[in-house]
């Protein structure tokens, strides 16, 4: 069974430019999840999605958006990018319902310069 | 909201026993979680626990205390490969599927 994965693995942008991030969850799996990670917050939880609806969200300002399509696929977009969105963006997937294990992807390691 | 508590960094010698503490106080609670995290590396699942009392997973086990507000985990015959970040997470009562995560705990083991 092929794991979560997600694209791109490293990218690179500058200020003020926007960058759309993609995640693919282990197949049958209906909730993603999507975290950023930095060496001075640790995990942080941007938002949740199931079935294509948003359920959760963290407090992270309206440059942070995602979606989720009919697949499960689900994306995540942060326009006009800060150097403080330098980070690894962790896509994580379940089953949904009350399943207890959240199975992460590699990450997207995003540099803003 | 959350806020979750653990040590820092952790040093310890091959084949010996660590224990990692996590307290935490939440407006809802609806588990605790442990995941483990290998430099460059995405979170791998280690142990959940909702109810109080120790889960037993081979080397590793966590405890629970819900009054407390306190989990640890015991990683025991410790190995080099266990050098790594540990996660505590808790799930809130009413965000079931939103997980927050403590700093992490850096184990490092020395031969």
């Known amino acids: 069974k092929a794991g979560v994965t997600q694209t791109p693995r490293y990218l690179i942008k500058t200020r003020g430019q926007q960058v759309t991030l993609s995640c693919s969850p282990i197949?049958?799996?209906?909730?993603v999840s999507w975290y950023q990670q930095t060496p001075g917050q640790g995990l942080q939880f941007l938002f949740e999605?199931?079935?294509?609806?948003?359920?959760n969200k963290g407090n992270f300002p309206g440059r942070f958006s995602g979606r989720q399509f009919s697949n499960s696929r689900s994306e995540m977009n942060v326009s006009t990018l800060e150097l403080g969105d330098s980070a690894l963006y962790l896509c994580?997937?379940?089953?949904?319902?009350?399943?207890?294990?959240?199975?992460f992807g590699p990450g997207t390691r995003l540099t803003v310069l | 909201g959350q806020n979750i508590d653990q040590p820092t960094e952790m040093t310890a010698t091959e084949g010996a026993i660590v224990q990692i503490n996590c307290t935490y106080q939440?407006?809802?609670?609806?588990?605790l979680f442990w995941y483990q995290q290998h430099a460059g590396e995405a979170p791998t699942f280690l142990s959940y626990?909702?109810?109080?009392g120790l889960e037993e997973k081979g080397r590793f086990s966590s405890f629970l205390s819900r009054s407390k507000g306190y989990s640890y985990l015991l990683l025991k015959e410790l190995q080099m490969k266990d050098s790594a970040s540990y996660l505590c997470?808790?799930?809130?009562?009413?965000?079931?599927?939103?997980?927050?995560f403590g700093a992490g705990t850096t184990v490092t083991v020395r031969a």
């Open positions: 994580a997937s379940s089953l949904g319902g009350r399943a207890n294990e959240q199975f």
């Open positions: 626990n909702v109810l109080d």
């Open positions: 939440t407006s809802g609670f609806n588990g």
């Open positions: 997470a808790v799930r809130g009562l009413y965000n079931d599927y939103k997980l927050s």
């Open positions: 999605y199931f079935s294509e609806t948003q359920r």
């Open positions: 197949s049958g799996h209906r909730s």
